[in-house]
């Protein structure tokens, strides 16, 4: 297990040039924006625009704070989320544009090389303790709202926590606090 504090996170501007991004974790370690294996960030959207295209690349995108917005995916029908909605997964290689309901929006990224890397994110609320089982392969918790603790490790808001499992197996999870479960698995 790996404690990657909010403080930690490291940021860069956007492929585009559009935004910045805070980049939380990537495999392997050191890699671009070409060569990751799989990629979890955060960025702020403040206005109207395409997003970066990324070939090969499966992306799940979800809403941190603000109002939301409207994303428009070629061949598909323009999907409103907000955050409320769940987590969507979409090809980041599709033409992709969004439309910001109102004001400015913070996301969270999570993106998988295809055919090599799958992957699934899940929000899970905290109040007091709960057991929560994790799929073999790679788990990242990010602590988006309140505090957790994770066996015996700490997050405060925008801490993750990096969980390498060779097989499946069950976590406890105490606090109070809104956090996001990333899967990853090799194909």
Do not use: Y
């Amino acid at each position: 297990m790996k404690l990657l504090r909010a403080s930690d996170h490291k940021r860069m501007p956007w492929k585009n040039g559009g935004g910045e991004t805070v980049e939380i974790a990537v495999s392997p370690d050191g890699a671009g924006l070409a060569d990751f294996d799989w990629r979890v960030s955060m960025a702020t959207v403040a206005t109207d625009g395409p997003f970066s295209v990324f070939p090969g690349i499966d992306r799940t995108l979800s809403i941190l704070e603000g109002e939301g917005m409207t994303l428009f995916i070629e061949g598909r029908a323009p999907e409103r989320l907000t955050q409320a909605s769940e987590p969507l997964p979409f090809a980041a290689d599709a033409p992709t544009s969004a439309t910001l309901i109102d004001g400015t929006i913070t996301d969270l990224n999570v993106m998988t090389r295809r055919g090599r890397f799958t992957h699934s994110v899940r929000r899970v609320a905290i109040d007091e303790h709960r057991e929560v089982a994790f799929e073999t392969g790679t788990n990242l918790v990010l602590c988006h709202r309140g505090n957790a603790e994770i066996d015996g490790m700490a997050l405060d808001a925008g801490d993750c926590l990096l969980i390498s499992n060779d097989s499946a197996g069950g976590h406890s999870i105490s606090g109070k606090a809104q956090l996001f479960h990333i899967a990853i698995a090799a194909i």
